[in-house]
């Protein structure tokens, strides 16, 4: 006997545990992906090209770049609101969500965290509004799950800075105003604000990805980029700096993988519905309704983790090893469900009629950037052990 299907986040009933302003701010950006992006996103993956200026600016007024923060054109909401924008923006998909996650918590937010008041009102308004795009200078071709062996250094010229060394792998690096990049000092680990246009900065952009399409991705070369001491971001010296904005970044991650795992799911779920094999839908065999009880089940005990994440990050108590448990759960479970999504679809699976493939494509960057796996499982590992396994 057929019956009325649920949703699949419906069934844990997520929304009770949400206030309205969370809410609005989630259905005002499903609505936009919905209508604005999800009709592009298969020609921009398939052309590796994404109007990344144009997004920047609907995006900002949308009042989604750096929505956390507070003041400077920053629309101030709760973390919650944050990951569910987040998980909307991936659930269009992964290279969107990147897009907003670089400029709001790791560029923006070093700046606002870190930077002088100059430097913030210089910025963060034009970031906000997304008349200007910044990129996070960090991960280098040698260094990426070891920050601290970065080679590019910085070292004082008079009253100026001179950087020189190479960054890989940065998303927005191609088409950003400005650059907040990390690099070796005298005194330790230092960031600076790098406007784009400073001579000696350049950032060709990476091309024949299998991931990530619809994303800019660029290394950057600094070649005797000339800075006054102005451009030092002044209140933080050591990797903590980097760290507490790479952990920005991992909470709207954290949120933003479920929004792939849930567009895929739906997806199947559809599918499942209508496609029919053996006389009656593919949905009503028992093997089809195991794979998605079990799909359902790692969504929603994924949300409710990154629900209660949030709801700590905006108490103010939580702690970076709670997000390492949000960021290694949830992007696990949502490549596992991308993957057994495209199952059901069997060969229909891999086109780009269906979103499944590209998002389990993303997803394998997603699963290794911000932290891989193996890293999340050390910081957990030396939280329960006492030990620290990293060498």
């Known amino acids: 006997m057929a019956t009325t299907p649920q949703s699949p986040l419906g069934f844990f009933n997520t929304d009770s545990l949400l206030g309205e302003d969370d809410i609005a701010m989630r259905d005002t950006v499903r609505k936009y992906v919905e209508s ?56 269009g998909d992964s290279g969107l969500r990147s897009l907003v996650s670089v400029q709001g918590s790791l560029a923006m937010f070093a700046i606002w965290k870190h930077g002088s008041e100059e430097q913030k009102n210089e910025w963060l308004p034009r970031m906000a509004a997304g008349d200007a795009i910044g990129c996070f200078g960090l991960t280098e071709p040698d260094f990426g799950s070891n ?20 960054k890989m792998w940065i998303t927005n690096g191609s088409v950003a105003d400005v650059a907040v990049v990390w690099a070796q000092t005298d005194e ?28 800019v991705t660029s290394e950057l070369v600094l070649d005797n980029v000339r800075l006054p001491d102005s451009a030092v971001l002044p209140g933080v010296t050591g990797l903590s700096g980097p760290l507490s904005c790479l952990n920005e970044a991992r909470f709207g991650i954290v949120f933003g993988a ?27 065999f028992q093997l089809t309704q195991a794979k998605i009880a079990d799909m359902s089940l790692e969504l929603g005990k994924g949300m409710l983790l990154a629900l209660h994440l949030g709801r700590l990050k905006d108490a103010g108590t939580l702690d970076h090893r709670q997000v390492s448990l949000g960021k290694l759960n949830n992007t696990r479970e949502a490549i596992a469900i991308a993957r057994e999504c495209r199952t059901i679809l069997g060969a229909a699976g891999i086109t780009l009629e269906f979103p499944i493939m590209r998002h389990a ?30 060498r």
């Open 361 to 390: 494509n993303n997803l394998e960057s997603v699963l290794t950037y911000e932290g891989t796996s193996e890293v999340h499982q050390l910081v957990i590992g030396q939280a329960l052990t006492g030990q620290a396994a990293y």
């Open 188 to 215: 330790g680990i230092r960031g600076f604000v790098v406007p784009t246009d400073t001579p000696g900065f350049s950032a060709p952009e990476i091309k024949q990805k299998m991931s990530l399409r619809a994303s």
């Open 36 to 91: 604005k992006i999800k009709p592009q996103l298969a020609g921009w993956y398939e052309s590796a090209s994404i109007p990344a200026r144009e997004l920047a600016k609907e995006l900002g007024d949308l009042g989604v770049l750096g929505m956390h923060l507070e003041g400077y054109g920053c629309a101030g909401t709760s973390a919650t609101a944050y990951g569910l924008a987040c998980m909307e923006l991936e659930a």
């Open 258 to 284: 479920l929004g792939a795992a849930r567009d895929c799911l739906e997806t199947a779920i559809a599918y499942a519905g209508d496609r029919e094999i053996f006389d009656k839908p593919l949905s009503g």
């Open 147 to 166: 920050p601290a062996g970065m080679r590019t250094r910085a070292k004082r010229d008079g009253t100026d800075w001179v950087l020189s060394g190479n």
